[in-house]
């Protein structure tokens, strides 16, 4: 799904935390089953962490989240909850952004792929996940 980058803008639901991204207007999105996403029904897609952008004072209301391997960072909002992005284990150098958490209008095209967080190396290892968050 390879197109011209556009400026995407998102959050978490009280707007403490506020970012922009840059992606395809058409992106491809993992529906993960690990114990953490199968949880928050989390549907996400993968960016370099350099076309990742918090505004303002977000970091501020940031609180972080880690369990197994320690190496996802699992943000979320300390006044709402919500995790509008995350820095996952598939893609330590990249950023995954929270579909759901993009402000409506940029992307035209959402293609929902599933990724087997409970296998999660062999997932790892056949679903090419790791390039998604490459330049």
């Not at 991204?21 to 993960?32: D, F, L, N, Y």
């Not at 992005?85 to 095209?109: E, M, Q, W």
């Not at 967080?117 to 330049?135: D, L, P």
């Amino acid at each position: 799904m390879e197109s011209e980058l556009t400026l995407h803008e998102g959050g978490c639901h009280c707007e403490k935390i506020k970012w922009r991204v840059k992606a395809s207007r058409r992106v491809v999105a993992w529906s993960c089953n690990c114990s953490d996403c199968s949880m928050r029904g989390n549907v996400h897609f993968i960016v370099p962490s350099s076309n990742f952008e918090l505004l303002g004072d977000s970091k501020d209301f940031i609180t972080t989240y880690t369990f197994g391997t320690h190496t996802a960072k699992h943000t979320f909002c300390k006044v709402c909850g919500i995790t509008s992005f995350y820095i996952p284990r598939s893609n330590p150098d990249g950023i995954a952004v929270t579909v759901k958490c993009v402000k409506s209008g940029t992307l035209d095209h959402v293609e929902i792929k599933s990724y087997d967080g409970q296998n999660w190396e062999m997932s790892h290892k056949e679903t090419g996940i790791a390039s998604f968050s490459k330049e």
